[in-house]
Each structure stands twice: as structure tokens, then as C-alpha cells.
């Protein structure tokens, strides 16, 4: 039996349709992100230690959204750009997506439910929220906005050393 968290239906930012079951057996670091958000700097910290750690078998995947405050925009290819130029990412993104409300990607609802926030809220309260997933696809963590991906670093290697 294939863990659900792999068989959603994604579309990256190119416009290819996915899942995430290219990713199977990997940590995965999940983030709704944005482009013009105050913390927006986070990708660098992203691109960081996905430079750091793919090769040990950490994957960041990138969700641009516009749900708070309008700090998303740009169209899919636009993000990418910005990404690309601005942070040097290379690690997936994806196309835009909501992660709140009646529109909210299944994926997001999927983490919501597994890893509910401050006082078991689903709800997602802003920019890159991120969501850490062990090897075996278990959500293992929720991280605020406020988190640094620097501050995470430690756990992400503890789940690539099991």
C-alpha cells in the first residue's frame, strides 16, 4: 500500500503534471511560498539546504501562493524567474496554488490534517509554513512563517540519518 501523500495529482511550475511519487524515500521539506512577502528571504535559506543536503536525500519543494496579502502575483513563469535569479533556486516549485479555504490543494489539506498547527488549527496563517516529511511519507512536523529554515536544520538530519 502506497502512502496517500504520494499519489496527489500536482502540475509544477513548467506546467508538467506530476505527483509526488518521484520523491518516495526521500525527507521532504514542504513550503507555501511566496515572492514579495517580508519573508521572502527564507528561499535563500531553502536553496541552502536543499544545496546542502539533496545529495544525503532532502528535497524542498516550493508552492507559491497569493492567499496572504496579495505577495504572489506573478504568473507561474514569473515566479520561476524571480526564484531563479534572485535565490539561484533550483529545487521543484510548483504552480501556484491555494492552501486555505474551498479552492485549498488537496496536498495542503492532507498536511493540515496531519500536522495541525498551534492548538490543532488547520488553517494555514501565512507564507512559508513548512512541512517536514520523513522517508516513509509521514508529515513529522509543521514549522511557522517565523522558523527559519536554518533552525530546522537538525531535524532534517536526523530524519535523513534513519
Not at 36 to 58: A, N, V
Not at 68 to 89: A, T, Y
Not at 99 to 126: H, Y
Amino acid at each position: 500500500m502506497t502512502n496517500k501523500l504520494y499519489d496527489f495529482n500536482l502540475t509544477l511550475n513548467n506546467g508538467q503534471d506530476t505527483t509526488l511519487e518521484p520523491y518516495q524515500g526521500k525527507v521532504l521539506l514542504i513550503v507555501n511560498t511566496a515572492s514579495k512577502c517580508g519573508f521572502t528571504p527564507q528561499y535563500e535559506g531553502l536553496q541552502s539546504l536543499y544545496s546542502d543536503l539533496k545529495d544525503k536525500g532532502l528535497v524542498v519543494l516550493g508552492f507559491p501562493c497569493d492567499q496572504f496579502g496579495h505577495q504572489e502575483p506573478g504568473s507561474d513563469s514569473e515566479i520561476e524567474q524571480f526564484c531563479s535569479l534572485k535565490f539561484n533556486v533550483d529545487f521543484p516549485l510548483f504552480k501556484k496554488i491555494d492552501v486555505n479555504g474551498a479552492q485549498a490543494s488537496p496536498l495542503f489539506t492532507f498536511l493540515k490534517d496531519e500536522a495541525p498547527g498551534l492548538l490543532g488549527s488547520k488553517g494555514i496563517k501565512w507564507n512559508f509554513t513548512k512541512f517536514l516529511v520523513s522517508k516513509s511519507g509521514k508529515v513529522v512536523k509543521r514549522y511557522a512563517s517565523t522558523t527559519k529554515p536554518e533552525d530546522i536544520r537538525s531535524d532534517i538530519e536526523a530524519q535523513l540519518a534513519k
